[in-house]
C-alpha cells in the first residue's frame, strides 16, 4: 500500500501547455504515471504528449474521470487554480507553484477546510509512492519501493533523503514534499496520521527546517500516538534570525522558529534526529534494523 | 520588502490611523525648514534605517530647539548607526524623519502578523508598548493578547473589544472609540497592503485622549508585489547587500553570511543544509546561495562570479543534486566560470543525481583542479581540510 496516491490515480495537470508543466507532464508519464488531462483555459482541444487539454478541470473530471490535479499555473493564477480543483471534485492537489501570495492561500485554507479534499503543497516538490506513481517534479530514479515514509518541508533536501535511503537499501512508501511556504495544506501531522494506518509504512524520514512551529507540533503527535519509528533531520542550524532562506517559511523571527529548538522538542519527543545531513541514510538504517 | 518608518507611516495616515505631523529629511537644510513648518518644542528626530533597534542605539533624539533639530540632523546623516539587528558594521543613515513631539499618557504594542497553525491573520495587543515584544513574551507572557480573524468574515468590532477588554486597566471611555478604529484600520492595511507584518510600537494614547501611532513598520509579502506596483517605488536598494542585489538581477537566491566557505546549492532547504554541514565541518559559510530547481547554465557561472567577489571566501563548496537541473548543465556553468574568473581557490564539488556521469565527466576533462566528493560527508571532510 502507500497513501493518497497509487497506480490507478488519474491525474490532471492544471497549467499542462506552460514550459513546466508540457515538461513534467512528459516526465510522469516516462515513470507511468496516469496523466489523464491537462487543462490550460483557452487552448482546450490541443494535446501536450498526448494527453488532451481541456479549458476547465471540471471538463478534465467529467470527461477522464481526473481525481488527482498537479498544479503548474503561475502565481498570480494559484490560487484559483486550487479551488477550482478543489470545487470539480478532485480530491489530491499537489500544488507545485512556487510564490503564491500569502494571503491567497489564506482564502485558500479557508474554503478547504471541512471539504475531503487534500491539497499537498504550494511550492512543493509533489507526491510520489514509488512504483506506482509520481506527481510532481522529483527525479523518479532515485527512488526504490519499500518501508519508509518520507515527509518534507523541502525538494532537494528530500531528493538528498531519498537517495540516502535507497543506497541504505531503504525503499519507500510514499513521500511527499508538503511545501515551503509559510501556509501549507497539509502539516507534518495530517501525513503522519495516514502513515499510521498503512500497514505498508514501517518506519517515517521527517524533514523539517527553521521557521515556524510544525515540528514541535510533530513531535508533541508522535509522542502521544504514533506507534513507529521517526528518524528526523532539520535544516537550517546556522541560518541567521530574520532573514528568509529561500522558502518563504524558512524565517526566524521574534526568537521562534529555531533549529535547536525544534531539535531538542523532537529528542525529548524520543525521535532519533541526525544533525548531521551526510549520515541521514546510516541512522535510518540503524533505527529500522 | 522592508518599508522605512516614514513610508509606513505615510501609508498608515493613507488608511485612517493618525500619525505625528512628520516630513522626511536628507540634509541639515531640509531639516531646518521641516522644524520650521512643524509645531513645538519638542521635535524628535529619527534615522530612517531598515534595522530595529534605533532608539537604544541613539538613532531617535527628542529635541528643544530649531538648531538641535539640524545639528542632530547632521551628526546622524551619511553615518552608520549600529542596532543589534544590523550586525557589526551597521547601517548608514541616508535619511531622517523629523516629527512633531507627542504628549503620552500610556504606550501600547498593536501588530497583525499570519498565523501559520490557523492560516489567518492575527492581531496582537499589549499594553506593555514601546518595549521590546519579544522580551515581553518571553517574560510576562500574560500580558499579550491575541484575536484571530476569520479571512471570510473580515474584521468584527467583537474582535476589538475581546483585546481591548483583555487590559488589566481599560482607557479611557472616550477613547475607547479611537482605539477600535485603529484596530479596524490597521486590519484593512494589512489586507489591502498585502503586508506580512505590520507593527506600530508604541500605539499611544495622547495626554489629550488622542491615539496615534508613533513607531512603525511594515513588511509587504513579496509574492504580492506583482498586484501592487505603486510599492515598488519604495523599494531601498541602499538597504541591500550590494552582493544580494547583483544575485537579485539573475533570479539567484543569495545571502551574505559571515564566514568564509562559500556554498553554491540548487533548493533551499538542501542550501541551508549544506551550510550546516560547513559549520560541522568546523568551518563558517560565508553566504547562502540557492541557484533554483531550473538553473541555466549561465545562472551557474553568474553565480560562482557573486561568491568570488566575497573577498574573504578561502574555498567554495558546490553541492547540487541534479533533479530538473542536470548535473552536466552545472558542470559546464562551474567550468566556465572557473576559466572566466582564473580562479585559485579550492573548489569542492560534490554531484548527485540527473546525468551525474556527464558532469564529472565534465569537470575531469575541463583541466582544471576541482575536489571531487562522491557524497556529503566526503564533501565536509574536504571542507574540513581547508580551514
Request: a negative charge; proline letters at 5%.
Given at each position: ?8 490515480s488519474?491525474?490532471?495537470?492544471q ?8 515538461f ?52 498570480p ?9 478543489a ?19 489564506v ?24 512504483g ?11 527512488h ?27 525503499g ?38 527553521i ?16 506507534n ?12 541567521p ?5 529561500g ?6 523571527s ?36 | 520588502?522592508?518599508?522605512?518608518e ?84 551597521g547601517?548608514?543613515v541616508?535619511?531622517?524623519?523629523i516629527?512633531?513631539g ?49 479571512p ?17 486597566s ?43 501611532a ?69 568551518a ?61 581557490l ?5 554531484l ?5 556521469e556527464?558532469?564529472r ?18 564533501a ?8
Amino acid at each position: 500500500m502507500s497513501i493518497l496516491v497509487d497506480e490507478k490515480s488519474r491525474i490532471v495537470v492544471q497549467g499542462i501547455t506552460g514550459k513546466e508543466g508540457a515538461f513534467h507532464t512528459k516526465q510522469m508519464l516516462d515513470y507511468g504515471t496516469k496523466v489523464v488531462a491537462g487543462v490550460t483555459p483557452g487552448k482546450g482541444g490541443q494535446k501536450v504528449e498526448g494527453v488532451p487539454v481541456f479549458n476547465t478541470v471540471r471538463q478534465a473530471v467529467q470527461k477522464e474521470g481526473a481525481n488527482v490535479a498537479c498544479i503548474f499555473v503561475p502565481p498570480p493564477f494559484a490560487a484559483d487554480a486550487v479551488i477550482d480543483a478543489a470545487a470539480s471534485g478532485i480530491e489530491v492537489i499537489v500544488c507545485i507553484t512556487e510564490g503564491i501570495p500569502v494571503l491567497d492561500m489564506v482564502k485558500v485554507s479557508g474554503f478547504l477546510k471541512g471539504r475531503d479534499c487534500v491539497l499537498i503543497g504550494p511550492n512543493c516538490p509533489g507526491i510520489i509512492s514509488p512504483g506506482k506513481t509520481k506527481v510532481g517534479i522529483m527525479p523518479g530514479f532515485i527512488h526504490s519501493q519499500g518501508p519508509m515514509a518520507v515527509i518534507s518541508r523541502s525538494g532537494t533536501l528530500t531528493y538528498e533523503a531519498v537517495d540516502q535511503l535507497t543506497r541504505v537499501g531503504l525503499g519507500q512508501s510514499t513521500c511527499i514534499g508538503i511545501g515551503g511556504d509559510p501556509i501549507v495544506g497539509t502539516t507534518f501531522i495530517d501525513h503522519l496520521k495516514r502513515f499510521k494506518n498503512d500497514p505498508d509504512t514501517e518506519g517515517v524520514v521527517l524533514i523539517g527546517e527553521i521557521g515556524g512551529s510544525a515540528e514541535e507540533e510533530a513531535a508533541e503527535y508522535i509522542q502521544r500516538e504514533f506507534n513507529k519509528p521517526v528518524i528526523a533531520f532539520i535544516a537550517g542550524q546556522t541560518a541567521p534570525p530574520g532573514r528568509r532562506m529561500g522558502h518563504a517559511g524558512a524565517i526566524i523571527s521574534g526568537g521562534q522558529g529555531k533549529a535547536e529548538d525544534k531539535i531538542k522538542a523532537l529528542q525529548n519527543a524520543g525521535i532519533t534526529v541526525a544533525i548531521n545531513l551526510g549520515v541521514l541514510g546510516q541512522t535510518a538504517l540503524k533505527i529500522m534494523k | 520588502m522592508k518599508l522605512h518608518e516614514y513610508q509606513a507611516k505615510e501609508l498608515l495616515g493613507n488608511w485612517g490611523i493618525p500619525v505625528p505631523v512628520g516630513y522626511l529629511a536628507t540634509t541639515p537644510e531640509e531639516a531646518a525648514k521641516a522644524a520650521q513648518t512643524i509645531a513645538g518644542p519638542p521635535w524628535v528626530v529619527k534615522a530612517q534605517i531598515h534595522a530595529g533597534g534605533r532608539g537604544k542605539a541613539g538613532g531617535v533624539k527628542v529635541v528643544q530647539s530649531p538648531e538641535e533639530v539640524v545639528s542632530v540632523t547632521g551628526s546622524l546623516l551619511g553615518k552608520p548607526l549600529k542596532t543589534k539587528q544590523t550586525g557589526p558594521e551597521g547601517s548608514v543613515v541616508n535619511q531622517v524623519f523629523i516629527e512633531e513631539g507627542v504628549d503620552i499618557e500610556r504606550e501600547f504594542y498593536i501588530s497583525m502578523v499570519i498565523d501559520r497553525t490557523t492560516a489567518s491573520p492575527a492581531m496582537i495587543f499589549s499594553q506593555a508598548g514601546g518595549t521590546d515584544i519579544e522580551e515581553t513574551a518571553a517574560k510576562s507572557a500574560g500580558q499579550i493578547y491575541r484575536e484571530n480573524i476569520d479571512p471570510a468574515v473580515g474584521w468584527m468590532d467583537h474582535n476589538a473589544r475581546n483585546l481591548l477588554y483583555s487590559l488589566d486597566s481599560l482607557p479611557p471611555v472616550e477613547s475607547m472609540r479611537a482605539f477600535m478604529s485603529v484596530m479596524a484600520n490597521v486590519y484593512k492595511a494589512f489586507v489591502n497592503l498585502d503586508c506580512s507584518l505590520l507593527e506600530i510600537n508604541p500605539l499611544v494614547l495622547t495626554k489629550d485622549g488622542k491615539v496615534i501611532a508613533i513607531d512603525a513598520k511594515i513588511t509587504i509579502d513579496d509574492n504580492a508585489l506583482f498586484r501592487h506596483k505603486e510599492l515598488l517605488a519604495l523599494d531601498d536598494p541602499r538597504e541591500k547587500d550590494p552582493l544580494e542585489l547583483m544575485a537579485n538581477e539573475y533570479n539567484l537566491n543569495y545571502i551574505r553570511l559571515n564566514g568564509n566557505i562559500g556554498a553554491m546549492v540548487n533548493g533551499a532547504g538542501l542550501a541551508m543544509a549544506t551550510m550546516d554541514v560547513i559549520k560541522m565541518a568546523g568551518a563558517e559559510p560565508a553566504n547562502f546561495l540557492d541557484v533554483g530547481g531550473s538553473a541555466s547554465e549561465e545562472m551557474i557561472t553568474r553565480g560562482v562570479e557573486i561568491i568570488l567577489k566575497d573577498s574573504r571566501v578561502k574555498a567554495i563548496l558546490i553541492n547540487i543534486f541534479g533533479g530538473i537541473l542536470r548535473c552536466d548543465v552545472l558542470a559546464r556553468g562551474v567550468v566556465a566560470a572557473a576559466k572566466k574568473t582564473g580562479i585559485e581557490l579550492p573548489l569542492i564539488v560534490r554531484l548527485e543525481g540527473t546525468n551525474v556521469e556527464a558532469g564529472r565527466e565534465i569537470l575531469n576533462d575541463s583541466g582544471l583542479k576541482f575536489l571531487v566528493a562522491k557524497d556529503l560527508a566526503e564533501a565536509a571532510e574536504l571542507v574540513a581540510r581547508q580551514v
